[in-house]
Each structure stands twice: as structure tokens, then as C-alpha cells.
């Protein structure tokens, strides 16, 4: 059984940082961060596989980073030079396959979500 739980949202100024961590039981090869904004479809953020490998959106390309510790279970984003178009429900997710292509439609496993505001 997979279980995904966030924690680390909150609110912040335009420029803030956060860090999200995402608290893993159970397997899986690539875990990953979507997003939700009011009135949007869910989005992909980043995504990593248990070999490395990463990949992320183009809107957050030089301001977020995902990372992982395989040792501890725990899925991390550091999200710095925050905008208010950042602001949404961050979701932790994972599968086994496929993860990659950042499809919310491939991802099995979804933890609850936790908020993340910035205001200008």
C-alpha cells in the first residue's frame, strides 16, 4: 500500500521560498509535485524516478528543485522566487511507470495536498 502525505505549505510574499516534503510509505519508481489552481486542470510540476532522472515544468524551471532521500522515503521541493501565479494545491504523487511524461492521468497515488499561497 502507497501512502503520500504533504506537509510544508503556507503562505508567502512574491520572491518567498518554501520547501514541501512528502512523507512516502510503499514503493513505487517515480514520484512526483502537481498542481491545482482554482478553476485550472491539475498540472505537473516536477517529477523523479528512483534512478535520478528529472524533469520539470517550464514554469518553474530555475526556481524549483525536487529531490528525494530513497534512505528516508521523503519527496522534497524547494520553491524559491515565488509568484503569485504559483499559488495553488500542491499534490504529492508516484506510479510505477510512465511517470516521466507528467501526465496526471499516469499517476496512481495521490496524497492530500497542501496550500501554497503567494501574494504580490
Known amino acids: 500500500q502507497v501512502q503520500l502525505v504533504e506537509s510544508g505549505g503556507g503562505s508567502v510574499q512574491s520572491g518567498g521560498s518554501l520547501r514541501l516534503t512528502c512523507a512516502r510509505s510503499g514503493y513505487t519508481y517515480y514520484s512526483g509535485w502537481f498542481r491545482q489552481a482554482p478553476g485550472k486542470e491539475r498540472e505537473g510540476v516536477a517529477v523523479i524516478g528512483r534512478d535520478g532522472n528529472i524533469r520539470y515544468a517550464e514554469s518553474v524551471k530555475g526556481r524549483f528543485t525536487i529531490s528525494q532521500d530513497n534512505a528516508k522515503s521523503t519527496l522534497y521541493l524547494q520553491m524559491n522566487s515565488l509568484e503569485p501565479e504559483d499559488t495553488a494545491m500542491y499534490y504529492c504523487?508516484?506510479?510505477?511507470?510512465?511517470?516521466?511524461?507528467?501526465?496526471?492521468?499516469?499517476?496512481?497515488?495521490w496524497g492530500q495536498g497542501t496550500q501554497v499561497t503567494v501574494s504580490s
Open positions: 504523487a508516484a506510479t510505477w511507470a510512465n511517470g516521466m511524461h507528467m501526465d496526471p492521468a499516469r499517476f496512481g497515488y
